[in-house]
């Protein structure tokens, strides 16, 4: 059978790709890394097929109390300019567990200017505590909910330290949006990445915080 389509020229693929962060001070390496790693992870997500025209946004939290719950640097195409702000966040406050993770990804969603329907739209949590259950406001479950209904995946990458009620918090995030739960190996010296996880996983292969990044979008 031969069958004849009609030729069309498809558009770069829009995707707009947010940071969560937690930002407070047990998360000094992970920040580090991808303060020193975003313009390599720029270039290769604008390698991948597809001519992706992507642009880059931020939110960073942290808890009632500190300096401040979040703070969000809106959607850019110029890497330089994200770049800028993301080497102004500093790991600080906390000392404890949970953190306001229910006020950062409420904000992550409402805040920054998202394109439409026909963009592919990530937010990367990178956190290691799970949000605070106790607290008026957002609460993650309904954002979750919204997220999907925008067609918001979340994808949590689990940082050192995540105890278990955060790790079922984050896989219930990935599960509603139809993101991807994964998380970040460490060593003997506590560098990541290494070959160990206390997670709830037996199979798992190890890349670097950048490197994940980039296969995930």
Do not use: C
């Not at 069958?3 to 790709?17: H, K, N």
């Not at 998202?114 to 479950?141: C, I, M, N, Q, S």
């Amino acid at each position: 059978h031969q069958v004849e389509l009609s030729s069309s020229t498809v558009g770069a693929v829009r995707v707009d790709v947010l940071f969560l962060i937690d930002t407070t001070g047990s998360m000094g390496d992970e920040i580090a890394r991808l303060q020193a790693n975003i313009s390599s992870v720029a270039e290769q997500v604008d390698a991948l097929e597809g001519d992706p025209d992507v642009r880059f946004g931020m939110t960073v939290y942290r808890d009632r109390g500190d300096a401040f719950v979040t703070r969000t640097f809106d959607f850019t195409s110029d890497v330089a300019e994200f770049g800028t702000a993301l080497d102004e966040v500093t790991a600080d406050g906390g000392g404890d567990t949970p953190e306001d993770l229910n006020a950062g990804l409420h904000d992550a969603l409402t805040k920054p200017a998202w394109r439409g329907e026909d963009t592919v739209k990530l937010v990367f949590l990178v956190a290691d505590a799970p949000p605070h259950l106790d607290y008026d406001g957002p609460d993650y479950a309904d954002d979750a909910v919204a997220a999907a209904e925008q067609g918001v995946k979340i994808i949590p990458v689990a940082s050192s330290g995540l105890d278990d009620q955060g790790e079922y918090v984050f896989r219930q995030l990935a599960q509603v949006t139809m993101g991807t739960f994964v998380f970040l190996t460490y060593g003997a010296d506590g560098a990541a990445p290494g070959d160990d996880t206390t997670h709830h996983v037996d199979d798992y292969s190890v890349l670097a915080l950048d490197e994940l990044v980039v296969r995930v979008v």
